[in-house]
Every structure is written in C-alpha cells, then in structure tokens.
C-alpha cells in the first residue's frame, strides 16, 4: 500500500485541540494518505464545542457525541480510544491521525504501531514527549499556523537540529561520505518524530541544511529521466 493510497482515520479530542486549525491538521494528515474517516469526540451539549460547529459540514467530520459524567475527569479520550481499537481491528484503515496534546494517548499510539498500521499526532508544543515518542510522526500545531515573529528561533533549537542531523547523516552515510538527503529526513523522523524543518523557519530540509555551510556540503545530481538528486554530507 503506497502512502497516497494509505486511507486514515483522523480522531479529534475536541476538548483538547484548537479549531481554528482543523482544515490545517487535514492538509497536513492528506500528506500520509486519505482520510477516509473523520471524527470529532466531546460533549456536544456544552458551550465549549461551539467553535467546532462551523468546521462539521465544510470538512465534512462527524461529531461523536461523549458526556461528561463528572466535573474533572474528561471520558473523551475513553470514547476515542474505544473506537480507535475498533477501527484499528477492523481492517478499514491503514493508519490513524491523533489530534490532541494529551498523554493518555500515549498507549493508543504504541498500540496501533505494533499493529503495524501508521500512526500520527498533531498537537501543541507542551505535549509530552512520550505520547509524541509514540507516534512515527508528530506535528506541532505552532508549525501548522505559526504566528508572527516565529521564524526567529534560540542557539539552543538550532544546535539541536544540527545535532540530530549529524546523527542522520551518519546512520544514512554511504561509502563516499555521501547520504542520499531523501534518506537522511527518513532518519531524522526516526530520531525524532516531532522532527520538522517549519520548527526552524523553513519549509524543506535542502535550504535548512545549506544554511550551515560551515557544516554541511550539499550537492544536486541532475538526472536525465527524473528528478534531480540531492546529497549532504559533513565537512571536517
């Protein structure tokens, strides 16, 4: 099954994700397949899902209705895990989209991975590290809609993709010294999961590697009946 063909069931914690980004978090789940199935889970009866309306028949999603049985504990993540097992037992789909930030998902995610069906998440910068460790790709939500003045980013964030590219390139480095750079964002989403280049002002990794030349060597290779292709390696 080839990755536009993968259909996804995208699974939405409406008390846990932000609205205003829905047709964002679409777009970026129709990367990894279709989607195929598209729900929203929380109590339809309170004020709070309002934003969410306006999103249900323009995105065409179906609203899963979960009350809320106490003031503090939230049963929508029960309700969305629930139906994940049957969908994932069901054989319909070929991988899931989580959206939320919360780390009760955190299992889902193992789960559905040792299914051995795909599984992303989309959620905001604070989400713990080990619901986004579970997925094989993580999205923040900063990098779908970031505000003004976000290109700028701190030495600490840049020296760690400088590292993490480090590492990539050395598990993708052939016997020239060359990685295949297709092969090293492979590694790098194996590193990191929550890896993107947006993170750090950038919309691919060529131009955020040739940003450190003082790092990185980057060369292309035209090809005669395709794309041309790309290398990195890294200078002494």
Known sequence: MTTDSRPLAMLVDGDNAQAALLEHVLAEAGKYGTVTTRRIYGDWTTKEMGSW?????SLAIQPVQQFRY??????????LIIDAMDLLHSGT??????V????DYTRLATRVREQGLFVMGVGRGDTPEAFVKACQVFVY??????PEGSSARSPEASSEWVALTRRAIEMTIRDDGWAFLASVGHALRQ???????RTYGHQRLWPLVESRPDLFEVREEKTQEGPSQVFVRLKN
Not at 93 to 98: A, L, R, S, T
């Open 100 to 103: 939320s930030s919360d780390s």
């Open 53 to 57: 309306k306006d999103s249900l028949h």
């Open 70 to 79: 106490t003031k503090r504990k939230n049963s929508t993540d029960s309700a």
């Open 141 to 146: 939500t900063e990098n779908l809609s970031p």
């Open 93 to 98: 789909v070929g991988g899931f989209c989580i």
């Open 191 to 197: 590193l990191d999961p929550a890896f993107d280049v």
